[in-house]
C-alpha cells in the first residue's frame, strides 16, 4: 500500500459514508467506527506534525543527520564550523553525539533549518568529492606502462636514472603497496613485475573486437 | 524538467549493475530528493525482485501485461496494450507494509523478456533501437532520472536501452576479464554512437559517462593494480578516441558489504534496510559524485 492508495480508499469509504449515513446503525458498528475515529485522530496529528517538520526544514535536518553520508563525514569540527557561520555561536560539547544534539537544538533555537541543511549537504558533498589525481597522476601511469614495455637492460637504466623517492611515486600512484623498510631492490622488483603486467593486460592482451 | 536517461551496461554479468542501479536510484530518491525512475530491462527481473516482494511481483506482472515485456511486445505484434500507469509501481514497500521511498518509481521486468531477443530479429534496425524512445521518451521526461537496468549482453534489449540513454554507466569488478570485456563494450558503445547518429538528430548521441567500481577489497595489492590497469585502459582507448574524454571512473569503490548482499532478500535498498552500513556510506558518497558529475556540479 502506498499513500496513494489510502488516499483513494478513504475517499471511496467517505462517499459511501456520507450515501449511506443514515442507514447506519447498531453497537457493533458503533464501536467499530469509534475505534477508526480514535485511530484518524492518531494519524491526522503524527501527519500535521510531518508535515509541518517538512516544512520547517527540520525533517531534512534530521534525515541528514542519521544519513550514511553524515555516519562517515560529521565531526565535532565541522558541526562547531556550522554552528559559528550559521548561528555566530560557539559549541560547548566535547563529544560528537553531544555536539550533535546541541546543534540541533541551536538550530532549533534559531529557526536556521534551512540555512543548517544546506551547510551540511554542501559540507557532505565536498567531503565526499576525490581529486582526480590531475595530470602529475596522469604521467606517473604513462610511465609506469612505458616501464612494463623496457627490455630488463633498459628498465634497469631508467630505474638507475630515479631516486627511491620517484620510484616510490611510481608505485603509491600505480597501486603498488609497500612499507617504509621496503628497500630500492625490492620496490624494483615489484614496479617491475607489476608494470609488466600493466603494459601487457592493456595493450598486448586486448581481445579482438568482433567486427 | 530536465531528466538524465542512463542505461547501466556491461556484458559481463556479476559485475553490480542490479546493485548499483538500485542503490543509486534509492539514494537519489531519498537524500538528493531526486525523481527517479527504475527501468528493468532485464529477464533475470534483479531489480524488480530487489524492490518487489516476490509474491507482489509475480501478482503486478502476470503474464508480462504490466512489465516492461509488453512495450517490446507491443512493438513486435503492432499493438498498444502497455499502459505507463498501470505498469507503474510507486515507492518500496517496507516492513511497516506502506510504501516508503514515494519519489523512487519502478517500471518492472517480465521473465518474458526472454523471448524477446528471439523475436526481435523480425525488425530491421534502427525500429529495434527505437522501441524503447519511442514507448517511453514522453514519459521519462517527468523524472530527474531515469535509470535503465540492462541484462548482461549486448543485444537488441541493452541496444535499444543505449539508443534512448544521454549517457552510459559501466558498473566494473576490478580484474582482468572485466578490463578485457571493458575495452570491447567501449569499441561497441562507440560504434553504436556512430551507427545511431543519423537518427538522433539534436540529442546527445549515447557514450560511455561513468565507471563505478564494486565488490572493492582494500586488502593487499590486488584491488588497487586491478583499478589502476582500468585507469591505464581508460587513457590508451581516450587516446584512441574509442572513449569520450567526458568518461570518469567515480568514486568512492562500492567496498563488499554483506548488508547489501542481505537487504535484496528484505527486498528493500540498503539506505532504507541498513542506513548505517559501509554499504550505505559508499553508496551516498558515490551518489554525491554521481550528481555533480551529470548535474554539472563539479
Partial sequence: MNYSDLATRLSQLGERLAKQSDKLEGQNLGRSAAKLASQLARFEEQLESHLASRKSGELLLESLLRSPASKRHLTIGLLKRGVREICAKRLKSADLSGAKREFIELIHATRKQDLAVEFLKEAFADAAHVESGGKDKALLQREFVHLGQLLEDDFAVQIAARTITELRRVATVNGIRFTDKTNRQRLTTLIRRYAQRAALNVAAARVPSPN | ?298
Fill in chain 2, 1 to 298: 524538467m530536465s531528466s538524465k536517461v542512463l542505461a547501466f551496461i556491461n556484458f559481463k554479468g556479476g559485475v553490480g549493475k542490479t546493485a548499483t542501479v538500485v542503490n543509486i536510484g534509492a539514494t537519489l530518491a531519498k537524500l538528493h530528493e531526486k525523481k527517479v525512475l527504475i527501468v528493468d530491462l532485464d529477464p533475470q527481473c534483479n531489480s524488480s525482485l530487489w524492490l518487489m516482494r516476490p509474491d507482489r511481483w509475480r501478482e503486478h506482472v502476470a503474464r508480462g501485461r504490466r512489465s516492461t515485456f509488453q512495450i517490446f511486445d507491443d512493438a513486435l505484434q503492432a499493438k498498444a496494450r502497455f499502459n505507463f500507469e498501470e505498469a507503474l509501481v510507486k515507492g518500496v514497500v517496507t516492513w511497516t507494509g506502506v510504501a516508503d521511498l514515494p519519489r523512487l518509481h519502478l517500471l518492472p521486468a517480465a521473465v518474458e523478456l526472454l523471448r524477446v531477443e528471439e523475436r526481435i530479429h523480425e525488425f530491421r534496425s534502427p525500429v529495434i533501437y527505437q522501441i524503447l524512445d519511442a514507448a517511453l521518451g514522453t514519459q521519462f521526461k517527468q523524472y530527474d532520472y531515469v535509470l535503465l537496468d540492462c541484462p548482461p549482453n549486448l543485444y537488441s534489449t541493452t541496444k535499444a536501452a543505449i539508443f534512448s540513454a544521454d549517457s552510459c554507466v559501466v558498473p566494473y569488478v576490478p580484474d582482468y576479464l572485466s578490463l578485457s570485456g571493458f575495452q570491447v563494450l567501449a569499441e561497441q558503445v562507440a560504434e553504436m554512437r556512430e551507427k545511431f547518429a543519423a537518427y538522433l538528430p539534436g540529442r546527445r548521441k549515447p557514450n560511455i559517462g561513468a565507471l563505478i567500481v564494486s565488490h572493492y577489497r582494500q586488502t593487499g595489492n590486488v584491488f588497487r593494480l586491478a583499478v589502476n590497469e582500468l585507469e591505464l585502459s581508460m587513457a590508451a582507448l581516450l587516446e584512441e578516441g574509442v572513449l569520450s574524454a567526458h568518461a570518469v571512473l567515480l568514486h568512492p569503490y562500492i567496498r563488499h558489504c554483506v548488508r547489501v548482499a542481505e537487504s535484496t532478500s528484505e527486498h528493500l535498498p540498503v539506505i532504507l534496510y541498513a542506513p548505517g552500513s559501509i554499504g550505505a556510506q559508499d553508496y551516498a558518497d558515490l551518489t554525491q559524485q554521481f550528481v555533480d558529475l551529470f548535474e554539472g556540479k563539479k
